[in-house]
């Protein structure tokens, strides 16, 4: 089957596997947004002349079929055809003869991609947006839950101070909503329309873009229409940030849960059905689903660094290479996804240790707390330092293991409401909403 670009002689086999590569499956993905910048695309060709009311209804009608057809699984794009894009006008060609025919005037296959994976991106990003916040919302329900159960603090891996569990689950809920910024930079990249740009260069026709920003939910324009091209690459590189941000918070945490649930450490426990058993030890309780998360995490910041190393010295303009980041980012999103997903669904199984600083080994814990204490009660600071030491080097240390921390972010002072209002506010930065509206108008309005 000759491609839509084509003109005469056929790509070579070998070449034609070579470049188009895993597009195809990916571009299986965007199906429903390359039918959304359509249908926004052509309603804007019918206002300024280049398509008449008639096929306008025709073409509408037929999209919003196709569009149906993929929400219920039933749209492929069959081989031979390169692309989603070819998919999707030879089906209309198909059903509705010359009128599908039309869709394509003023804009290119370069800024058509474009559109379908800003759209994507937007979509994808507020998954992992609404990911975040399901995990943010339990982090903070186990840091109030638990927020007087001491846990022991560590430095360099060696017994340090007090610190808590409502202190632990905080910290991983603060770390999300500081990653939240930078996906809201993210999303805001990403929200500016590109369609109008074509191959780069803009067009000769008299396109209304900010027509097509309205009606595709966009924030704004990408105004200049060469750096619409050349923003091909940077939104990627701004989104692996966003996604490795979040990827180190869990992985992180994942490590953390993986030496809690060891039985050196006994912090914490789950039941015998989310951990795994080995093959000759009858007693191990393996935190497998933290682990696999560590790696995939790990993977995932490298993310960044994978894109730019597929984009640094690009000069402006298309370059084909750029269609390999869809074999970055795509998958990208699916395990940060379910990493998200999975420490959700751990979290709401743990059992915490109320009882872990029963044991010995966690008196030096409160060696600072000692100091502290005789400070408060006009002992120089040096001075009770010496004394503590002493003690504990002779063996006569024995503390009172309570603590009086009142200061914001403390043991006594969590700011947990603090650390909601910051997230809540970030959030409402995101105006799903309006997306959301648009995408119905698109879908469900009259031509």
Same mark, same amino acid.
């Given at each position: 089957m000759s491609k839509l670009w084509q003109k005469t002689t056929n790509v070579n086999e070998l070449v034609e596997s070579f470049t188009v590569g895993k597009d195809?499956?990916?571009?299986?993905?965007?199906?429903?947004?390359?039918?959304?910048?359509?249908?926004?695309?052509?309603?804007?060709?019918?206002?300024?002349?280049?398509?008449? #009311?008639? $096929? &306008? +209804? @025709? =073409?509408?009608?037929?999209? %919003?079929?196709?569009?149906?057809?993929?929400?219920?699984?039933?749209?492929?794009?069959?081989?031979g055809v390169?692309?989603?894009?070819?998919?999707?006008?030879?089906?209309?060609?198909?059903?509705?003869?010359?009128?599908?025919?039309k869709i394509h005037s003023g804009r290119s296959r370069n800024d058509q991609v474009l559109v379908d994976l800003k759209l994507f991106f937007r979509h994808q990003l507020q998954q992992v947006v609404e990911e975040t916040e399901t995990l943010f919302r339990q982090l903070i329900e186990l840091s109030e839950k638990h927020k007087d159960v001491l846990l022991p603090g560590y430095t360099h891996?060696?017994?340090?101070?007090?610190?808590?569990?409502?202190?632990?689950?905080?910290?991983?809920?603060?770390?999300? #909503?500081? $990653? &939240? +910024? @930078? =996906?809201?930079?993210?999303? %805001?990249?990403?929200?500016?329309?590109?369609?109008?740009?074509?191959?780069?260069?803009?067009?000769?026709?008299?396109?209304?873009?900010?027509l097509t920003t309205q009606l595709l939910g966009f924030d704004s324009l990408n105004y200049n229409v060469v750096y619409a091209q050349m923003g091909r690459g940077k939104t990627e590189r701004i989104i692996a940030q966003a996604l490795s941000s979040i990827a180190a918070t869990l992985?992180?945490?994942?490590?953390?849960?993986?030496?809690?649930?060891?039985?050196?450490?006994?912090?914490?426990?789950?039941?015998?059905?989310?951990?795994?058993?080995?093959?000759?030890?009858?007693?191990?309780?393996?935190?497998?689903?933290?682990?696999?998360?560590?790696?995939?995490?790990?993977?995932?910041?490298?993310?960044?660094?994978? =894109?730019a190393m597929m984009t640094t010295n690009l000069p402006s303009g298309y370059h084909r290479e750029l269609q390999l980041l869809k074999e970055l980012l795509f998958p990208a999103f699916t395990e940060l996804k379910?990493?998200?997903?999975?420490?959700?669904?751990?979290?709401?199984?743990?059992?915490?240790?109320?009882?872990?600083?029963?044991?010995?080994?966690?008196?030096?814990?409160?060696?600072?707390?000692?100091?502290?204490?005789?400070?408060?009660?006009?002992?120089?600071?040096?001075?009770a330092y010496k004394q503590v030491g002493l003690a504990i080097e002779q063996g006569d240390f024995n503390p009172d293991k309570t603590v009086n921390h009142t200061h914001e972010g403390s043991i006594g002072n969590l700011g947990n409401e603090h650390i909601t209002a910051a997230f809540d506010k970030l959030l409402s930065n995101f105006d799903f909403e309006k997306v959301e509206a648009a995408i119905k108008g698109l879908v469900g309005s009259p031509s």
């Open positions: 195809r499956e990916f571009d299986q993905e965007m199906a429903a947004f390359d039918v959304l910048g359509s249908l926004a695309h052509t309603r804007m060709l019918q206002s300024i002349g280049l398509m008449d #009311s008639a $096929d &306008l +209804e @025709l =073409v509408q009608r037929e999209l %919003k079929a196709i569009y149906a057809d993929i929400e219920q699984g039933g749209f492929t794009i069959e081989d390169e692309d989603v894009h070819s998919q999707v006008e030879m089906l209309l060609t198909q059903r509705i003869g010359d009128a599908g025919k891996l060696q017994v340090a101070m007090p610190s808590s569990f409502g202190l632990w689950f905080g910290a991983y809920a603060e770390s999300l #909503s500081d $990653d &939240l +910024e @930078l =996906v809201l930079a993210a999303y %805001k990249i990403t929200n500016k329309n590109p369609l109008g740009s074509a191959a780069g260069y803009g067009s000769s026709f008299p396109l209304n873009r900010t992985a992180k945490m994942a490590m953390d849960q993986a030496l809690y649930l060891s039985q050196n450490f006994a912090f914490v426990s789950y039941p015998d059905a989310l951990t795994t058993g080995s093959s000759i030890m009858p007693h191990k309780k393996n935190p497998d689903v933290w682990e696999i998360m560590r790696g995939k995490c790990n993977r995932l910041q490298a993310l960044p660094t994978d =894109v379910s990493c998200l997903h999975m420490a959700t669904f751990m979290l709401q199984n743990i059992t915490v240790n109320a009882d872990i600083l029963k044991d010995p080994k966690y008196a030096y814990l409160f060696s600072v707390e000692e100091v502290n204490r005789m400070v408060l009660s006009g002992t120089p600071f040096r001075d």
